[in-house]
Nanobody, 122 residues
Framework: QVQLVESGGGWVQAGGSLRLSCTVS????????VGWYHQGPGKQRELVAM???????NYATYVKDRFTISEDSAKSTVYLLMTSLKPEDTGVYYC????????????????WGQGTQVTVSS
């Protein structure tokens, strides 16, 4: 079973940057993508960005042009570079394998990891 571990979170002032890392181990199975999710305080977990095995990327509207998702296959790592951070970006960030198909993305079944905390102050 695939395992993912998030890291790279921290505390920054608004306008700052962070790069999150998602290390992937185990078998991807039928999954063809990895997504980064954000869960703000008191809110549901929401997809922020995803990247497919073919390198196709998609972003939530509120992070477009600020966040960049990328992957390094040699290191089995998916990154999320976050720039121009806003207080609204505060929360826990998770990565999860999933499937992207004709514009729709769905996370795989299974438990979520611990995530990594990002705090943006104004």
């Amino acid at each position: 079973q695939v395992q993912l571990v998030e890291s790279g979170g921290g505390w920054v002032q608004a306008g700052g940057s962070l790069r999150l890392s998602c290390t992937v181990s185990g078998r991807m199975s039928s999954s063809n993508a990895v997504g980064w999710y954000h869960q703000g305080p008191g809110k549901q977990r929401e997809l922020v960005a995803m990247i497919t095995r073919d390198g196709l990327t998609n972003y939530a509207t509120y992070v477009k042009d600020r966040f960049t998702i990328s992957e390094d296959s040699a290191k089995s790592t998916v990154y999320l570079l976050m720039t121009s951070l806003k207080p609204e970006d505060t929360g826990v960030y998770y990565c999860k394998t999933g499937t992207f198909y004709y514009g729709d993305y769905a996370a795989d079944f299974g438990a979520w990891g611990q995530g990594t905390q990002v705090t943006v102050s104004s």
